[in-house]
């Protein structure tokens, strides 16, 4: 029988995570201020010259709150919060700024235990994302500005940053990385797959499946675990080709597209929000229900699919089955929809 305290500490730096750092600027927004800068209820987008104003607008008008986020961010910090011990399960790369929000983003990792190991620089500021709340819908706008700037040789390659890499079992990398630093993913990619450790990318948004396909097929070969919801996914089957909008259906074709690792087979999870996640299983395909809430008890839903992962990749990395992974994330979700942003209480209450 292992020593718990010698489990414990094998499981330290075994998740893997890097992307885009940002402090998210949270509002509870109208209508008229979603259409001045014409933005869609529900959409995910990178902010434009036209957005610029918004960012200041959004703090002058609207009660703001600031999370740490960003999407690999979020899904690791839940992923330590669901774990508890020990701390510094995950690991984090990405790169800000030399400044109080960089700062802000530092603190907030610690609190949350997570292992941050930030690359700073001081041409660009932190990157920020506005998350413009209305009803249960919401729409984010995010200026990368730092997050942009990470550099492969800068700082992945460096032979302390890299031993992390090597020490981990699962990665995690969100697909909006894709327009920041392909080199890196790749390097991460194939490092796991060559070593039969676990590699997972999430869609993002729509528009990384539309905008940046050539890189996210790069990518692919190497993917033994492809998130994403139900809208990434359509516009993922529209761009393939897949000639089908059933989710199921895509997900089977998602899982049969070529892979270099033969020795797992690829798993496709599809959320799609209150109804049912969708998992690929050998030939066959699962649908497993959410968790019931209700409709009063829901804050805001902006973070809940990177929370979904967070639980889901929790257990993945103590070599759960995916059922217990799927109600993982479920649970995780299920608790971050009743927070604000992609904030959660002291302790999870998940068995």
Avoid at 137 to 144: C, P, V
Avoid at 208 to 226: G, H, Q, R, S
Wanted: with cysteine; charged share 25%.
């Amino acid at each position: 029988m292992k020593s718990p305290l010698r489990q414990k500490k094998k499981i330290q730096n075994a998740l893997f995570g890097m992307g885009n750092p940002l402090l998210d600027i949270c509002a509870v927004v109208d209508k008229d201020f979603l259409d001045k800068y014409g933005l869609k209820p529900n959409d995910q987008i990178l902010a434009e010259e036209k957005h610029k104003e918004m960012f200041e607008e959004i703090v002058k008008k609207f009660k703001v709150e600031y999370h740490a986020g960003g999407a690999t961010q979020n899904s690791v910090k839940v992923a330590q919060w669901m774990i508890q011990e020990p701390h510094k399960v995950a690991t984090f790369f990405g790169c800000i700024g030399k400044d109080k929000f960089g700062k802000i983003l530092k603190e907030k990792a610690e609190e949350a235990h997570v292992d941050a190991h930030y690359y700073e620089q001081s041409q660009e500021p932190t990157g920020t994302c506005a998350a413009c709340i209305t009803g249960d819908n919401r729409s984010l706008i995010a200026n990368l500005a730092a997050a942009n700037c990470y550099k492969k040789e800068k700082h992945l390659d460096l032979a302390e940053n890299w031993k992390l890499v090597e020490k981990a079992q699962v990665y995690y990398i969100a697909g909006f990385f894709l327009t920041v630093s392909l080199e890196s993913i790749l390097k991460v990619a194939k490092h796991a797959s060559q070593n039969n450790k676990i590699f997972c990318l999430n869609l993002s948004a729509p528009f990384i499946c539309e905008f940046f396909k050539e890189a996210l097929m790069k990518v692919m070969p190497y993917v033994d675990i492809l998130f994403g919801n139900e809208t990434e996914a359509a516009t993922f089957a529209r761009e393939q080709g897949f000639e089908t909008e059933d989710i199921e259906e895509i997900a089977k074709k998602a899982q049969s597209l070529p892979k270099e690792n033969k020795k797992r087979q690829r798993i496709v999870v599809f959320t799609q929000g209150k109804e049912g996640t969708v998992m690929t299983k050998g030939d066959k395909v699962e649908t497993f229900p959410v968790l019931e809430i209700d409709q009063s008890e829901m804050v805001d839903t902006n973070g809940a699919g990177d929370a979904f992962v967070g639980g889901f990749l929790s257990q993945l990395v103590q070599d759960k089955t995916f059922e217990q992974c799927i109600r993982a994330g479920h649970y995780a979700a299920n608790v971050i929809i009743r927070h604000a942003g992609c904030t959660f209480p002291e302790k999870p209450d998940f068995h």
